[in-house]
Structure formats: C-alpha cells, structure tokens
C-alpha cells in the first residue's frame, strides 16, 4: 500500500523535515508562536501562495537551528521561518 496524501496525517509543516511533501490542508496560526498576530501571519502566508490544496516542498534548511526553511510551493520556492510554518497545515 503506497502512503498518499490523503492517508497521511496532518502536520505543522514547520515540522516537516528536508525533502518532505505534501498537500497545504488549512492554515491555523493560533499556535504558530509568532510575533504577528493570527490574522496578519494567516493573511501573509497567503499573499506568499500558502493556500489549501497547494503543493509544497521543503527544499532545505538553515544552519544554524534549521532554520528557516525554503518550500517550494507549486512553483515558486520561498524561505520561512519554521516558528511561522507552524501554522501550515499539510498531509
């Protein structure tokens, strides 16, 4: 049996490791632990492409503390700190 997305569970993608994919479920920044509020991250992530159903890589990871990550969504790539991935929801 081949795991697909949609028997995957879901995950923060800030967890996800170097050469995961998976499918954008929703955004939750609720427990994100960023500085900006809920409604401002979860409305620049979108603006960034960050939206349900999208395709998304983890490309690489920084240095120092892995952080922050470069994902490629559909088809742009974009680096984001893994504390503000927290609040994409992917399978």
Do not use: C, K, W
Not at 18 to 46: C, F, K, M, N, P
Not at 83 to 89: G, P
């Amino acid at each position: 049996m081949t795991d697909t997305n949609d028997t995957r569970s879901q995950m923060p993608l800030g967890l996800a490791q170097r050469g995961y994919t998976g499918v954008i479920q929703h955004l939750s920044a609720r427990d994100a632990g960023s500085a900006l509020s809920d409604i401002e991250l979860e409305s620049r992530l979108i603006e960034l492409g960050f939206v349900e159903g999208a395709r998304v890589e983890v490309l690489h990871e920084g240095l120092v503390g892995r952080d922050p990550i470069a994902v490629r969504v559909d088809n742009i790539t974009i680096a984001v700190r893994r504390r503000e991935a927290m609040a994409i929801i992917v399978a």
